[in-house]
């Protein structure tokens, strides 16, 4: 009898065992889950405003005064997406190491730069046909990278591999209009830059080396 509930006893233990084994791992795994679609809504938002600066810098070289209205959103939206409330909590709990962080932060650096350049265009400004282009790249960019990390979330069915597709079609145009141009030397090295994480970021692991290890 003892032993048959010494057995048993034994049995329970390693079924909660097992049981608090699951729960960590679907902790683990919702908390991963969770990151991944808070860093690329975040992406978005930096998207999106890299989309509304280089339409506001087209303005800008017609001189229509709509242009800067448009820049000064980019930059507070800009600002929101980097130091809000979400990207804090993101790092409180110690992402801030991770590869996605990192060149999330090293994005918004060079989106600030580029969105200042942005701002001193005007209709007086030289190689304007060049800039034109290069704010093109930087639109097609961003939208490409927001629509490869929406279908990368795998929430819509055969839709996904469509956005994911298309996406990466622009970051070829993108990259295309990059190879291209030969005018706006300095203009085009600050695009360049921003275009190039843009094209980039949809493939950077979201864990870190370890992790991907467990």
Avoid at 121 to 142: V, Y
């Amino acid at each position: 009898m003892k032993v048959t509930v010494r057995l048993l006893s034994l049995l329970a233990l390693l079924g909660l065992s097992a049981c608090d084994l699951d729960r960590h791992e679907m902790h683990e795994a919702r908390q991963s889950l969770s990151y991944t679609l808070e860093m690329h809504h975040i992406h978005m938002l930096i998207n999106h405003s890299l989309q509304m600066a280089a339409q506001g810098a087209d303005m800008n070289l017609q001189d229509v005064q709509l242009g800067s209205t448009l820049l000064m959103k980019s930059s507070e939206l800009l600002k929101r997406a980097m130091s809000g409330p979400e990207m804090a909590q993101l790092h409180k709990l110690g992402n801030a190491g991770k590869p996605l962080m990192e060149m999330t932060h090293a994005l918004a650096d060079k989106a600030t730069l580029l969105m200042e350049e942005m701002k001193k265009l005007s209709g007086k400004s030289a190689d304007k046909d060049a800039i034109r282009m290069l704010n093109h790249a930087i639109e097609a960019a961003a939208a490409g990278s927001s629509m490869i990390m929406l279908g990368q979330q795998g929430m819509a069915g055969d839709i996904d591999a469509v956005m994911v597709n298309h996406g990466q079609s622009m970051l070829g145009e993108a990259s295309g209009i990059m190879k291209d141009i030969s005018g706006a030397a300095e203009y085009k090295v600050l695009v360049n830059q921003v275009v190039h994480m843009l094209i980039g970021i949809p493939d950077i692991p979201v864990l870190s080396g370890e992790e991907a290890k467990r």
